[in-house]
């Protein structure tokens, strides 16, 4: 088992910023491929952001490529999502996951059944 717990969710204006943070617990953090996801009000849960278990690749949502970056510090078992740029459609529970094994470098992780621990998420409101 993986213990997922998000922060750094609250309430900001339209173009600002927050940094999310997932500190997880149980297994060896660096065996784990990690992403974002959100589910906005009336919506299905969507891809935000992933990356690789090594921290060298990250892939995007379309939505927010050049506005949010993920990372991690493995050695705090630790991932990041910095939002940059928020904009009310950004409003949404984010949630980070978790999923154990090789991560294949053509593939794009971002598909919901393909996490295995989630996190219980952190409320993320951006006012007009």
């Known amino acids: 088992q993986v213990q997922l717990v998000e922060s750094g969710g609250g309430l900001v204006q339209a173009g600002g910023s927050l940094r999310l943070s997932c500190a997880a617990s149980?297994?060896?953090?660096?065996?784990?491929?990690m992403a974002w996801f959100r589910r906005a009000p009336g919506k299905e849960r969507e891809f935000v952001a992933a990356?690789?278990?090594?921290?060298?690749?990250?892939y995007y949502a379309d939505s927010v490529k050049g506005r949010f970056t993920t990372s991690r510090d493995n050695p705090k078992n630790t991932v990041f999502l910095q939002m940059n740029s928020l904009n009310p459609e950004d409003t949404a529970v984010y949630y980070c996951?978790?999923?154990?094994?090789?991560?294949?470098?053509?593939?794009?992780?971002?598909?919901?059944?393909?996490?295995?621990?989630w996190g219980q998420g952190t409320q993320v409101t951006v006012s007009s």
């Open positions: 996951a978790a999923r154990e094994g090789i991560d294949y470098s053509g593939i794009v992780y971002e598909g919901i059944a393909m996490y295995d621990f």
């Open positions: 149980g297994r060896t953090f660096s065996h784990f491929i």
């Open positions: 990356i690789s278990r090594d921290g060298l690749r990250t």
